[in-house]
């Protein structure tokens, strides 16, 4: 079974306010914990993703603003190391956003890092959508966080 992490949190804020702050790489280290970034979200593009003991340059293979973002991201060949990595923005009844936040991986070396891969990792998805709440509302001044 291929290892899978997955963090959802609500958001008192619209899809496109989520998506803005989502996509904002440059601004990751003004509020996430657990990541840096740099990049933009368009298909193709290549992105720089830093995390505690790695970086990674992912490729980004869906970019719908207010709905989706996703990139594939290997260590080495795809067969040693690859992973899939989604949000997905749901509008909630209430006027509020779900974000899933969702990876997959497989390979070779995913049963030498899977003790990562399930505490400090999963951890690190929490505080970032954690992150990521506070930020949208603060800056949209709805929720909890403004």
């Known amino acids: 079974m291929k290892p899978v992490l997955t963090a959802v949190i609500d958001i008192d804020a619209t899809p496109q ?3 803005d702050v989502l996509t904002d790489f440059a601004a ?16 193709g593009s290549r992105l720089t993703m830093r ?14 603003p207010g709905q989706e973002l996703r990139w594939v991201g290997t260590l080495g060949i795809k067969q040693l190391f690859h992973g899939r990595h989604s949000f ?3 509008p ?23 003790p990562f891969l399930r ?9 970032f959508n954690t992150g990521l709440k506070q930020r949208v ?4 001044g709805l929720g909890p966080g403004a």
Do not use: C, Q
């Open 17 to 19: 306010a989520v998506w």
């Open 28 to 43: 990751y280290g003004e509020w996430s914990t657990f990541s840096a970034a740099e990049g933009t979200a368009e298909v």
């Open 51 to 64: 995390m505690p003991g790695m970086t990674f340059r992912p490729t980004v293979t869906v970019a719908t």
């Open 88 to 90: 997905v923005l749901s």
């Open 92 to 114: 909630n009844d209430d006027g509020t956003t779900r974000l899933t936040n969702h990876e997959e991986f497989s390979g070779a070396l995913v049963t030498l890092i899977r």
């Open 119 to 127: 505490t400090p990792k999963k951890d690190g998805y929490a505080a």
């Open 137 to 140: 509302e603060v800056r949209t």
